[in-house]
């Protein structure tokens, strides 16, 4: 069966902004500057960091994170001047992360030989991992598939964590570890493929190793040779270059501020959300001490934490330690097109909404908006979860809503017609009987009209009764089909949410070896912004 797509699914979850980004349509263009990414591509001036210090930097960190002999090769073509970037990224999650993060960096490798034919220029794609993000309760846990369909959390729960930057956080913890690697292996067991994965997973994820290194480490393993660099920011000599950055975002903090309210005051005349909402106080760069403190303009002094400084203690902090600040939410993308040329970005609906809500910044650091493009989504489906869903006609967007409902509905619709018809002719018969009967009555004994009122209430609330019972066993005689219904929601709708949220590869790597991987790189689409449905059924080992 060809892959489809579950269009109305991924939709009727987006808000305005994203439904309009995909139609480009209404006021949209306000927010995202470029629809061709030619004409971004011939307003990129030259980069403001030195092409082969940044290259020397990636090729020193993608050794480390294991990367194969193409990325080496796309390290050395992103030194020529006429080298272009697309990028995607995410936090370092456990294991991966949950299965769009794999669909993210596979997209990006597919859209950049898209770009590149589109631009008539090398086009590399990199992941940027946001290693200086500091929130581990995020990324410290992932989901597998339990045996009853259900997603089972597993983690490395080392108790309070400090907010450090992601990049500062190693597996340490022996007991948390060890509870990690119990907690795997008793949630997938044992099959033809899950001594090589345990293995492989673990070798990456060893104990003491940094959760960012082990994240890419993982990712480059399971994914085939395809170019994919690998970018973690949180690096001292990046932060170094990056110190007249650093310094721009507090020194023009009030036209910043200035330039993000007309955005989002803008936004919410057109009907649109604001993805991120800041304190007015907010400067938009952390200090990392090690705790990873946002800063603030208070009064006439920058609050760091319990301290307050002026703009020169600021400035003079950023001279002598550039590897203590990292941008914010807000900043992070425009601080990524003053490191690389950056010709496109691929994103989900949130990361989206980000770019249309700091658009102008980029004119503000005299730099380009990228030309945005949307993640490829895709669902998983297994023969069985095929068969069910063929059997029942169900749809991935009806498993979006009530659950519960619609099993309801398809083992009420499974129902024996014949009794089923048989019940509701009774029931119309009878009415009919019955009123004429009480007509009859009542036309000579008017004052008995309330009473055969009230009889036939009873008679109606008994068969009514009745038929509920009918239900009711013909759902226990059916439970069987509600388990796999319910399994069905489970996987495919794991925590009421769409699959790739929440559950991990790791799932797929157990039950069907690696190879799975490489059949997702080949069937996922990275043209489409639609949901889509990939048939494991087609699957060959």
């Not at 450090?164 to 493929?193: C, H, I, P, S, W």
């Not at 994914?223 to 721009?248: H, V």
């Not at 009711?472 to 925590?495: D, Y």
């Amino acid at each position: 069966m060809p892959e489809t797509m579950a269009t109305e699914a991924a939709m009727s979850r987006q808000s305005k902004l994203y439904r309009d980004f995909l139609e480009r349509s209404g006021n949209i263009k306000k927010y995202f500057l470029f629809d061709d990414p030619r004409v971004v591509a011939q307003n990129l001036g030259n980069p403001r960091v030195d092409r082969d210090f940044l290259c020397d930097i990636l090729a020193k960190q993608n050794e480390q994170f294991g990367s194969k002999k193409e990325t080496s090769r796309n390290i050395e073509k992103l030194r020529h001047e006429d080298t272009l970037t697309v990028f995607a990224g995410q936090q370092p999650g456990l294991f991966g992360g949950p299965l769009l993060t794999l669909y993210k960096a596979i997209g990006i490798v597919k859209k950049a030989v898209l770009l590149q034919g589109e631009i008539g220029r090398p086009v590399v794609p990199v992941f940027w991992i946001a290693c200086d993000d500091h929130d581990f309760a995020e990324v410290n846990h992932t989901y597998f598939a339990g045996r009853e369909g259900e997603a089972i959390k597993v983690g490395y729960d080392m108790g309070k964590s400090n907010s450090v930057a992601l990049a500062e956080v190693r597996l340490r913890d022996g007991e948390a570890y060890d509870m990690m690697v119990r907690q795997t292996k008793e949630v997938l067991g044992e099959t033809d493929f899950t001594e090589d994965y345990y293995s492989r997973l673990f070798r990456a994820y060893s104990k003491d190793n940094s959760l960012v290194r082990a994240f890419a480490l993982f990712m480059n393993d399971i994914l085939p040779d395809l170019g994919l660099i690998f970018f973690c920011p949180a690096d001292k000599d990046i932060k170094t270059i990056s110190k007249s950055f650093f310094k721009k975002i507090v020194e023009g903090h009030f036209k910043l501020k200035e330039t993000l309210a007309a955005t989002e005051e803008q936004l919410l005349a057109d009907g649109y959300h604001i993805q991120a909402e800041k304190k007015e106080t907010a400067v938009h760069l952390f200090y990392h001490e090690p705790e990873r403190i946002p800063l603030h303009f208070a009064g006439d002094d920058f609050a760091v934490g319990d301290k307050r400084l002026g703009l020169p203690a600021i400035i003079d902090l950023i001279d002598k330690y550039p590897e203590r600040f990292s941008p914010d939410v807000l900043t992070r993308p425009v601080w990524q097109s003053y490191l690389f040329p950056v010709v496109a970005q691929a994103g989900g609906p949130s990361e989206i909404a980000y770019f249309g809500q700091i658009g102008r910044l980029f004119e503000l650091f005299k730099l380009v908006q990228p030309y945005i493009l949307t993640r490829p989504g895709a669902t998983l489906v297994e023969k069985r979860q095929q068969e069910l869903l063929e059997r029942y006609n169900i749809a991935l967007e009806d498993l979006v809503g009530d659950q519960d409902s619609l099993v309801n509905k398809i083992l009420a619709e499974s129902f024996p017609e014949d009794i089923a018809h048989r019940l509701n002719t009774f029931k119309e018969d009878l009415k009919l009987e019955f009123d004429d009967l009480a007509k009859s009555i009542t036309d000579i004994f008017k004052p008995m009209e309330p009473m055969a009122e009230q009889t036939y209430a009873k008679i109606d609330a008994a068969l009514s009764h009745f038929e509920k019972k009918v239900y009711a066993h013909h759902k226990r005689e059916n439970e069987t089909t509600r388990q796999q219904l319910n399994r069905l929601g489970g996987i495919l709708m794991p925590n009421r949410d769409f699959q790739e949220r929440s559950l991990n590869i790791g799932c797929y790597i157990a039950k069907y070896g690696y190879g799975v991987v490489d059949y997702l790189v080949d069937k996922l689409d990275g043209r489409s912004s639609e949901h889509q449905l990939i048939y494991l059924s087609e699957y060959r080992s």
